[in-house]
């Protein structure tokens, strides 16, 4: 579970909570009663309880399939279709998992339109037994529309009309050319609630399909986050205090908020709370800028900066009470010898405590969220945690948490150059500024 502690944050901005307290709670309600913007998206909220047993039964199943035939499973997706698989499996298993778990190896395509992105792991895959998940809510995004086509094409040439086994796809029930091709195909596919959008969407087959391959135990994960939605309901939640915390940092001055974590594990956590909250938040003018760093690294490249460059930066430090392994330093005659007989957890928690101290100092004030561990279980409930959150705070803002109308711009350029029909008048116009 996760405690949100507001002891460093200082007394104007506590002062100020108090302050935004009915506003809060009016968020509050607004969300829980389905009244505010976006409601047509709220369908997160009821996914930990709610969800549909037999796609989750089917997703054990290819899970397990997938781990016996694969050697190497490609996850192709992007933005809420690939963030919060990888943030879970990295979490729980750790950033080296592929070299120190059972199962096939996990690697993600079509986050990217890079050809070396794409080649390596076409390479890695081509002497390897592999499958593939493609994930796209809308079935027409770009990035994994142009892997899908490579993977398929390499599945085909090693297994020929076997290929269609290795095809697991993950979309909207009945909507986009990639629902079509899969009923044409007869493809397993899973489906992506209407109502869920695609940065809610981690704890549906888009997220739970490669998590499980990861062997993560995903009935841990979903009832992490049930105890997390019955805990963060209504008023007076430690969601609602950390919505109240980055509202009170913003009309404090405050206009970043950097995500910050001692364990590297979190490392693509952090990924997915920046997509989460800067594209929730971030329109209309408003919103913190979600930033995020991993200390103790960062301290020795970016720790110069928060420490004393603008002070427009607060931090929000994600405390894991405990980590999964200790390393028992003992003694010896070296440069760290008055660390002897110390734990090296001792001195993670030294190193967090201290910085957190030496950047209050230096009027960067910091929030910290206390989470026990990272298993399945608090990462599903962080997980509910910072979607709640961000619903409350995006309504305290004043904005819908659930569009995200400002990424159409670089598409339709994008199309416009790439000379996708319907875009010609866009094209003359876009190479005419480009020729300048
Ligand atoms: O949160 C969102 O809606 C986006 O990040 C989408 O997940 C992302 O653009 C991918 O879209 P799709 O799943 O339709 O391919």
Same mark, same amino acid.
């Given at each position: 579970?996760i405690r949100?502690?507001l002891s460093?944050?200082g007394?104007?901005?506590?002062k100020?909570?108090? %302050?935004f307290?009915?506003?809060a709670d009016d968020?509050?309600?607004?969300?829980e009663?389905?009244?505010?913007r976006? /409601?047509d998206?709220?369908?997160w =909220?009821?996914?930990p309880f709610?969800?549909?047993?037999?796609e989750v039964?089917?997703?054990?199943?290819a899970?397990?399939k997938i781990?016996?035939s694969?050697?190497?499973?490609?996850?192709?997706g *992007? @933005?809420g279709s690939?963030?919060g698989?990888?943030?879970?499996?990295e979490?729980?298993k750790?950033?080296?998992?592929n070299?120190?778990?059972?199962?096939?190896?996990?690697?993600f &395509?079509g986050n990217?339109?890079?050809a070396?992105?794409l080649?390596?792991?076409l390479?890695?895959?081509r002497?390897?037994?592999?499958?593939?998940n493609v994930?796209?809510k809308s079935g027409t995004? %770009?990035?994994p529309g142009v892997a899908f086509?490579?993977?398929?094409r390499l599945?085909?040439e090693k297994y020929?009309?076997g290929a269609?086994?290795?095809i697991y796809?993950?979309?909207?029930?009945?909507r $986009?050319?990639?629902?079509?091709l899969?009923?044409?195909k $007869?493809?397993?596919s899973?489906v992506?609630?209407?109502d869920?959008? +695609?940065?809610? #969407?981690v704890?549906?087959a888009?997220g739970?399909?490669?998590i499980?391959v990861? @062997?993560?135990?995903?009935?841990?994960?979903?009832?992490?986050? &049930?105890?997390?939605?019955t805990?963060?309901k209504?008023? $007076?939640t430690?969601?609602?205090e950390?919505a109240?915390?980055?509202?009170?940092?913003?009309?404090?001055g405050? #206009?970043i908020?950097?995500m910050?974590?001692?364990?590297?594990?979190l490392?693509?956590f952090?990924e997915?709370?920046k997509q989460?909250y800067g594209?929730?938040e $971030?329109k209309e003018?408003k919103g913190l800028f979600?930033?995020?760093c991993a200390f103790?690294?960062?301290l020795?490249?970016?720790g110069q900066y928060? =420490?004393?460059?603008q002070r427009?930066?607060f931090?929000t430090?994600?405390s894991?009470?405990? #980590?999964a392994?200790d390393?028992d330093? +003992?003694?010896d005659?070296d440069? *760290?010898?008055?660390?002897?007989g110390? !734990?090296?957890?001792f001195?993670?928690?030294?190193?967090? =405590?201290?910085?957190?101290?030496?950047?209050c100092?230096? +009027?960067?004030? /910091?929030v910290i969220?206390?989470?026990? &561990?990272?298993?399945?279980y608090?990462v599903g409930?962080m997980?509910?945690?910072f979607? !709640?959150?961000?619903?409350i705070?995006?309504?305290?803002?004043?904005?819908n948490?659930?569009?995200q109308?400002?990424v159409?711009?670089?598409? !339709? /350029?994008?199309?416009?150059l790439?000379?996708k029909? +319907?875009?010609e008048?866009?094209?003359?116009?876009?190479?005419k500024?480009?020729r300048?």
């Amino acid at each position: 579970m996760i405690r949100t502690d507001l002891s460093f944050i200082g007394e104007d901005a506590k002062k100020l909570i108090e %302050t935004f307290r009915p506003e809060a709670d009016d968020a509050v309600f607004t969300l829980e009663r389905g009244s505010g913007r976006g /409601n047509d998206f709220l369908g997160w =909220q009821a996914l930990p309880f709610d969800y549909d047993r037999n796609e989750v039964s089917r997703i054990k199943a290819a899970a397990a399939k997938i781990r016996e035939s694969a050697e190497v499973f490609v996850v192709i997706g *992007i @933005g809420g279709s690939y963030l919060g698989a990888r943030a879970v499996i990295e979490a729980v298993k750790g950033l080296y998992h592929n070299d120190r778990c059972d199962g096939p190896k996990i690697y993600f &395509a079509g986050n990217s339109v890079s050809a070396d992105a794409l080649n390596e792991v076409l390479d890695i895959c081509r002497d390897k037994d592999f499958c593939i998940n493609v994930i796209s809510k809308s079935g027409t995004t %770009t990035e994994p529309g142009v892997a899908f086509r490579a993977f398929s094409r390499l599945l085909t040439e090693k297994y020929g009309d076997g290929a269609d086994e290795r095809i697991y796809v993950t979309t909207d029930k009945a909507r $986009g050319a990639l629902k079509a091709l899969t009923d044409k195909k $007869g493809w397993e596919s899973f489906v992506v609630p209407d109502d869920v959008g +695609g940065r809610f #969407s981690v704890l549906t087959a888009v997220g739970l399909l490669p998590i499980a391959v990861a @062997g993560c135990d995903i009935d841990a994960l979903l009832k992490g986050a &049930a105890d997390s939605a019955t805990a963060q309901k209504g008023v $007076g939640t430690q969601a609602e205090e950390y919505a109240l915390a980055r509202f009170a940092m913003l009309n404090a001055g405050k #206009s970043i908020e950097i995500m910050v974590s001692y364990e590297p594990r979190l490392t693509m956590f952090a990924e997915w709370f920046k997509q989460l909250y800067g594209e929730s938040e $971030g329109k209309e003018g408003k919103g913190l800028f979600p930033a995020a760093c991993a200390f103790s690294t960062d301290l020795h490249s970016m720790g110069q900066y928060i =420490q004393d460059g603008q002070r427009i930066i607060f931090e929000t430090v994600l405390s894991v009470e405990s #980590s999964a392994t200790d390393y028992d330093l +003992g003694s010896d005659d070296d440069g *760290i010898a008055f660390l002897n007989g110390q !734990k090296v957890s001792f001195v993670n928690r030294m190193a967090q =405590q201290g910085t957190i101290l030496a950047h209050c100092d230096g +009027g960067v004030p /910091n929030v910290i969220l206390r989470v026990d &561990a990272l298993d399945e279980y608090n990462v599903g409930a962080m997980i509910y945690f910072f979607e !709640k959150a961000c619903g409350i705070s995006a309504y305290l803002l004043g904005v819908n948490p659930f569009d995200q109308p400002g990424v159409e711009s670089y598409k !339709k /350029n994008m199309f416009a150059l790439l000379g996708k029909p +319907g875009f010609e008048e866009l094209r003359e116009d876009l190479n005419k500024r480009l020729r300048n």
